[in-house]
């Protein structure tokens, strides 16, 4: 299982109703635990466990379900049990069916929560299902969940649009869904007005969803569009309330796949999520999640993970700019300097995939314009550095 199926399964599993007896087995399966592996845990041949009642999972998991009030002292059973050393146990988990407590024993860090949210700390037993964490997914699990919507949506595509999926045209799928990305995080960021592109869909794309790909290829054409040749163009009202889109993201063709009802409910399930809540940089991480590394290898996805983006970025650039506003101090004049000469850099990436190279190098940029602005008392004046061409999007960040 990747993450985004364990996202769902535990959502699922933390929406259900509470079995106390069925919890241990339950919340293994979310992990990706077979049928008979939990068999054999329930009839106790491979449960480990000193403790009544509880579960030992070797090498993995050591969890308990308790009456109320008493998690504390089970949490404290488990810790210390001999069998969770012995058998190296990776977490300690124990459940009362409202609350939940659990503990990584290996880094030590604990976790407290309702049983009902335990979908947003999915992140937390990630390694359970042997994927090394990687720390903005457990931190920001809506990344996941973006991810997940984005995902169902794309595969639902394919399924009535098979020709988008072939190498003639995966090029225009992967623009279409860079399209439908910017369209997501504009309207959650002020580039858009708010909710106007999911309000737009609700109501003119038609529950059959029979035209939903005719309103996002006229949405798609008016922000490549400037106002004062809309007219001229024939521009729909209901889309003409959509801002002109530098960067040529809308230039070319506008043809968009057809929609079944699942896929226009797919859309909406996303746009409806809050994007200002997720991270730019994180989609080569959620790639990483969702593919395996022969899929990636095989589309032409290659993810490179964000310190290893600064190995390159570092000694390129941002390591001299950090030592410039070291050497500046409070010096005025020199904070100056180090800030124009900043407006004229120009990061190019020709290979530029998810982004992650234009997004991290812009941050770190940012980070550095911000503080020359502290520093000279300046943290209202707008940023003056580039955002480009290649992700327009950037200047809202």
């Known amino acids: 299982m990747n993450a985004v199926e364990i996202e769902e399964a535990v959502s699922l599993l933390a929406a259900a109703e509470f079995d106390a007896a069925e919890f241990p087995y339950a919340f293994l399966a979310a992990f990706g635990n077979k049928d008979t592996t939990l068999k054999r845990l329930r009839s106790g041949s491979n449960n480990n466990s000193d403790i009544p009642g509880a579960v030992l999972q070797r090498g993995n998991i050591h969890l308990a379900v308790c009456a109320p009030g008493a998690m504390t002292t089970t949490l404290d059973a488990l810790r210390t049990s001999p069998k969770t050393a012995a058998l190296k146990a990776k977490f300690?988990?124990?459940?009362?069916?409202?609350?939940?407590?659990?503990?990584?024993?290996?880094?030590?860090?604990?976790?407290?929560?309702?049983?009902?949210?335990?979908?947003?700390?999915?992140?937390f037993f990630l390694?359970?299902?042997?994927?090394?964490?990687v720390k903005q997914i457990k931190n920001n699990p809506i990344d996941i969940r973006a991810t997940s919507k984005l995902n169902k949506l794309?595969?639902?595509l394919l399924k009535d649009n098979p020709d988008w999926g072939t190498p003639v045209r995966r090029h225009d799928m992967n623009h279409f869904m860079a399209r439908l990305i910017f369209c997501f995080f504009a309207e959650d960021t002020g580039i858009f007005p708010s909710r106007l592109f999911t309000t737009t869909i609700e109501q003119m794309a038609d529950s059959q969803s029979n035209n939903t790909h005719e309103v996002l290829a006229e949405l798609f054409r008016a922000m490549d569009?400037?106002?004062?040749?809309?007219?001229?163009?024939?521009?729909?009202?209901?889309?003409?309330?959509?801002?002109y889109v530098n960067g040529a993201l809308f230039a070319g063709a506008t043809d968009c796949p057809r929609f079944s009802r699942i896929a226009?409910?797919?859309?909406?399930?996303?746009?409806?999520?809050?994007w200002q809540q997720i991270n730019p940089d994180i989609f080569g991480s959620m790639i990483q999640a969702v593919a395996e590394d022969e899929e990636r290898?095989?589309?032409?996805?290659h993810y490179t993970s964000v310190p290893n983006i600064l190995k390159v970025l570092n000694p390129l650039f941002l390591d001299d700019l950090r030592a410039q506003l070291e050497a500046a101090g409070d010096n005025a004049r020199m904070l100056l300097n180090l800030r124009k000469r900043m407006?004229?850099?120009?990061?190019?990436?020709?290979?530029?995939?998810?982004?992650?190279?234009?997004?991290?190098?812009?941050?770190?940029?940012?980070?550095?314009?911000?503080?020359i602005n502290r520093r000279r008392g300046e943290q209202h004046i707008r940023t003056e550095c580039p955002s480009?061409?290649?992700?327009?999007?950037?200047n809202r960040l």
């Not at 290898?297 to 996805?301: D, E, F, N, P």
């Not at 120009?346 to 982004?355: E, I, N, Q, T």
Request: proline share 4%; hydrophobic share 45%.
């Open 343 to 371: 407006a004229k850099i120009r990061v190019f990436d020709p290979a530029c995939g998810s982004g992650n190279f234009l997004v991290i190098a812009y941050k770190q940029m940012r980070e550095i314009e911000a503080e």
């Open 264 to 274: 226009r409910s797919y859309l909406l399930a996303a746009a409806r999520l809050n």
């Open 92 to 123: 300690i988990l124990a459940t009362d069916g409202q609350l939940l407590e659990a503990e990584d024993l290996t880094s030590g860090e604990p976790l407290a929560c309702e049983l009902s949210a335990l979908g947003d700390h999915f992140g």
């Open 297 to 301: 290898g095989a589309l032409g996805m």
């Open 225 to 243: 569009i400037k106002f004062d040749a809309r007219a001229a163009a024939g521009v729909r009202s209901w889309a003409d309330k959509f801002p």
């Open 127 to 133: 390694p359970l299902a042997g994927i090394s964490t």
């Open 388 to 394: 480009g061409n290649s992700a327009s999007h950037l």
């Open 154 to 156: 794309y595969i639902e």
